[in-house]
């Protein structure tokens, strides 16, 4: 079994022959598909890549009419055919309660995942459907995205799901949920404001209306980290309105489909599209009809693709690459905001510098004591340009012993001064340690009651007694909420209409 890196080398070979002759393939009857994938022999795969030709039914050569025929090599690179049934995956008719586990619920807040349908009826006959009538439609509103030339926030879906064919118009309505699961006009919550089908998607965005709360998010799997390009081999899941959260592998991104999308848009080509086959050790199939319109996210959050279609047998699922998408309706994607969501252009006043002293060597006449003191800094600065290096002051004062080794110098005899350890005209400042607008006090370390400071940071008894300064804390306490005010004035991952979002 080759390596996934030959493998890729193997389909990076095979690519510009496949797309050379993808569209004499699809040309024949009966093809609905080609990719590059492991040739198949009696149903196993044989471990050798090859170009893979999905018909709908696979016929004996007798049978088959003049160049109808798919060779066995095409340039030397061999062929495989396998059968396959697409369909788009929207709902309008009444499915097997059984066998599908639907999610019509009304959600109070927009995201992905849940189930939305337009407000209007669309007239369709046969061979579209059954019975001539006037039908609803229900997809999956994929993920939360924002206009680039509006800013307007707006839900992702498909084409088919929010237009279903030519008869749409900018402006038709949206419901959440969709019609088919009970839905009413009460509950409508957009705009339909672009759409497309290309060679390269099927998609659609509907204008959240001002009024309608939302999240970038994609219910039962959490916030969007954001997006990344669907690789082979990936582990991939989806939440959609039927068979709700599923899991998957991608098997390909070179898979070119031709889907029929109704008499009125007709079979439409779509290229370089994914492939993901379910992953049936957690869920019978990847999605069905109803999950149209879902995004197929990576294991962690990021979304990959735009859900389309799948097989009916649900062993395969198909959607376009997230970026195409985005791209051709002129939409980014909303995800999740760090903390800080812009950065502070002012530093604060209040330091926020913080030390643990663990006893750093202080130089001290011999044979007095030294003891180390280490600082440790919880947090260098809140600026995204630093405009001074973090001081770290010492905590509490290191202790100079005096020659008897038992206790402190008392202050007034102490060899560092007349007021204890500053002489009032040493680099400590006039009063010790502080130069009495700093930091640590008018008084210094102590207030020239004790050895450390009635107020300040000892009690006179106890070496480690520590009594940390209102002021600092309070200053401490006020940058922090300055933090939280900054958080609460940026704008969120949840909002109301075109005003929210990252």
Wanted: net charge negative.
């Amino acid at each position: 079994m080759a390596t996934q890196p030959e493998q890729a080398a193997q389909r990076a070979a095979i690519r510009p022959v496949k797309e050379s002759v993808e569209d004499e393939l699809l040309a024949k009857a009966g093809v609905v598909a080609v990719d590059i994938a492991e040739k198949e022999t009696d149903g196993k795969k044989t471990g050798e890549q090859s170009i893979v030709v999905f018909v709908e039914k696979k016929k004996p050569k007798s049978k088959l009419g003049k160049g109808a025929a798919i060779p066995a090599e095409i340039n030397g690179i061999k062929t495989d055919v396998q059968e396959l049934v697409i369909e788009l995956q929207p709902a309008y008719k009444l499915v097997d309660g059984t066998e599908l586990f639907v999610d019509p619920a009304d959600y109070p807040t927009l995201a992905g995942g849940i189930s939305i349908g337009p407000r209007r009826s669309v007239f369709l006959s046969p061979p579209d459907v059954d019975a001539p009538g006037n039908y609803v439609f229900v997809g999956t509103l994929g993920a939360m995205v924002r206009d680039r030339a509006t800013g307007a926030t707006m839900a992702l879906t498909n084409f088919h799901v929010a237009c279903v064919n030519n008869t749409w118009s900018v402006g038709d309505r949206m419901v959440q949920p969709s019609l088919v699961d009970g839905g009413a006009p009460t509950g409508e919550f957009g705009s339909l404001t672009r759409a497309a089908i290309s060679e390269n998607i099927d998609g659609a965005v509907i204008t959240v209306d001002a009024s309608e709360p939302w999240t970038a998010s994609v219910t039962g799997i959490g916030a969007v980290a954001g997006s990344a390009m669907a690789t082979v081999g990936m582990a991939v899941q989806k939440r959609g309105r039927t068979t709700e959260h599923t899991f998957g592998t991608v098997q390909s991104t070179d898979f070119t489909v031709s889907v029929d999308y109704g008499s009125d848009v007709g079979p439409r080509t779509l290229r370089h599209q994914i492939r993901i086959d379910t992953d049936t050790s957690r869920n019978p199939r990847f999605s069905n009809s109803g999950d149209s319109g879902s995004v197929v996210q990576d294991m962690s959050r990021n979304v990959v693709g735009l859900l389309f279609a799948g097989a009916t047998d649900g062993s395969m699922t198909f959607a376009n690459p997230i970026q195409a998408a985005l791209d051709e309706l002129s939409v980014d994607l909303l995800v999740a905001k760090p903390l800080v969501t812009r950065p502070i252009n002012t530093c604060f006043k209040t330091r926020l510098t913080s030390c643990l002293i663990t006893r750093p060597y202080v130089a001290c006449p011999p044979p007095r004591t030294r003891f180390p003191v280490d600082c440790l800094v919880t947090r260098k600065y809140i600026c995204d340009q630093v405009t001074r290096p973090p001081i770290c002051r010492p905590t509490r004062i290191p202790l100079c012993f005096s020659d008897e080794g038992k206790r402190p110098g008392p202050r007034g005899a102490s060899p560092y001064g007349p007021s204890g350890w500053g002489d009032g005209i040493s680099d400590y400042g006039q009063a010790g340690w502080g130069d009495g607008i700093s930091d640590y006090g008018q008084s210094g370390w102590g207030d020239g009651i004790s050895d450390y400071g009635q107020s300040g940071w000892g009690d006179g008894i106890s070496d480690h007694a520590v009594a940390p300064k209102e002021a600092y804390w309070s200053g401490y306490l006020a940058a922090l909420e300055e933090v939280d005010g900054l958080d609460a004035d940026a704008s969120g991952t949840t909002g109301s209409g075109s005003g929210g979002g990252a």
